[in-house]
């Protein structure tokens, strides 16, 4: 009969057969076999100086317990396992994040402005999208180094977006977005702050620094604290929105 390496160790129901760890030390590993039933007959115990532990033991152990087990109780026990897999994947709550309203407005003689949270098919937000239309004869510019995500109306860090330089963020030299009159500005923007690092595996190709993605878009009170300029001239809006999760099945 061919020998195989001692196991580590082996589940046998509620006991463990305990066997020398192959990479163990010599000496000290000596362990009894604690089983289910009181009949060990092909199980023993294993020292340094005793009879390597065989295939064949292992299979007429198993082979026993197969044998005992009643074909009904089987295919119950096979059904039972299946219809709580079942239930456990159609049943389970799924969390989503829903907003009130869903788009906020704020209007003034200089422009008018939309704010709504999307969720960029997650169950939650992850951004928001931004639009202002000028209405004035003059060019606007969106300061966006004075513009704060507001967080149950405190201020709460800068808005970032895509292709903004980090180290404008960090000088606070983040440069405004012009709009001709007439004309409507629209972005997705992030709260700085909730932005979460992807897993290295994730990382962009031919760079060293992982990738950043926006974050969950915390329950509670979310809004801009947006400040446009004009000739000088700093036009304030504030828009909010309440953030709540909702259980759906």
């Not at 065989?54 to 299979?59: E, N, P, S, T």
């Not at 962009?204 to 009170?221: S, Y």
Request: glycine letters at 6%.
């Amino acid at each position: 009969m061919e020998e195989i390496e001692p196991l580590t160790c082996m589940k046998l129901g509620r006991g463990r057969v305990f066997t020398r760890q192959s990479a163990g030390r010599e000496g000290d590993w000596a362990k009894v076999l604690p089983l289910l039933s009181q009949k060990t007959e092909g199980c023993r115990v294993l020292t340094l100086n005793h009879s390597k532990f065989r295939r064949q033991h292992l299979i007429q152990f198993f082979k026993r317990k197969e044998e005992a087990m009643n074909p009904r109780t089987k295919s119950l026990l096979i059904m039972i396992v299946g219809f709580a897999l079942m239930m456990g994947a159609t049943c389970a709550p799924t969390m989503v994040s829903i907003s009130d309203p869903k788009i906020q407005t704020a209007a003034n003689p200089y422009y008018q402005a939309q704010f709504e949270p999307l969720t960029r098919d997650h169950n939650f937000f992850a951004v928001f999208h931004l639009t202002v239309t000028n209405k004035s004869n003059k060019d606007l510019q969106i300061d966006w180094n004075k513009t704060r995500y507001l967080y149950n109306g405190k201020p709460y860090g800068v808005f970032v977006f895509k292709g903004i330089e980090p180290k404008d963020i960090k000088n606070w030299t983040i440069p405004p977005d012009v709009i001709r009159p007439g004309a409507t500005f629209s972005k997705e923007i992030a709260p700085h702050k909730l932005l979460a690092r992807a897993p290295i595996r994730e990382r962009k190709v031919g760079t060293d620094e992982p990738a950043i993605h926006p974050g969950p878009i915390p329950a509670g009170k979310s809004g801009i604290l947006l400040v446009v300029r004009q000739a000088g001239k700093e036009i304030v809006e504030k828009m909010t929105v309440n953030i709540r999760e909702k259980e759906i099945r």
